[in-house]
């Protein structure tokens, strides 16, 4: 599977983006797929998740509210749509896709069987 995540760019405090994770090489409705964030230094940190059919999506404490995962089956791509954004969601947001079609948020450190390269996003206050 290889993903390719884009829509980021640098925006300001209340502002919003969609990032899009469009994907390749399997059925797409044979994996979830799930966002991720990552800043120098820290460690990666799950953001949101959907499962193959687009089921409850699952999100962080820290985005709920603010950001909505959504996948559109027939585009093969993955959409979060984040809004309010703040200056401590600046990030490198990564995609990556989990072979476990039936994710139902049971896990979030091991996630991840195919990653793609990230967009960076970067929130001036």
């Known amino acids: 599977v290889q993903l390719q995540a884009s829509g980021g760019g640098s925006v300001q405090t209340g502002d919003s983006l969609r990032l899009s994770c469009t994907t390749s090489g399997r059925t797409f409705t044979s994996f979830a797929v799930g966002w991720f964030r990552q800043t120098p230094g820290k460690e990666r940190e799950f953001v949101a998740a959907i499962s193959w059919s687009a089921g409850s999506p699952y999100y962080a404490d820290f985005v709920k509210g603010r950001f909505t995962i959504s996948r559109d089956n027939a585009k093969n791509t993955v959409y979060l749509e984040m809004n309010n954004l703040q200056p401590e969601d600046t990030a490198t947001y990564l995609c990556?896709?989990?072979?476990?079609?039936?994710?139902?948020?049971?896990?979030?450190?091991?996630?991840?069987?195919?990653w793609g390269q990230g967009t960076l996003v970067t929130v001036s206050s």
């Open positions: 990556a896709a989990d072979m476990n079609r039936y994710y139902s948020g049971s896990y979030y450190a091991r996630f991840g069987d195919y």
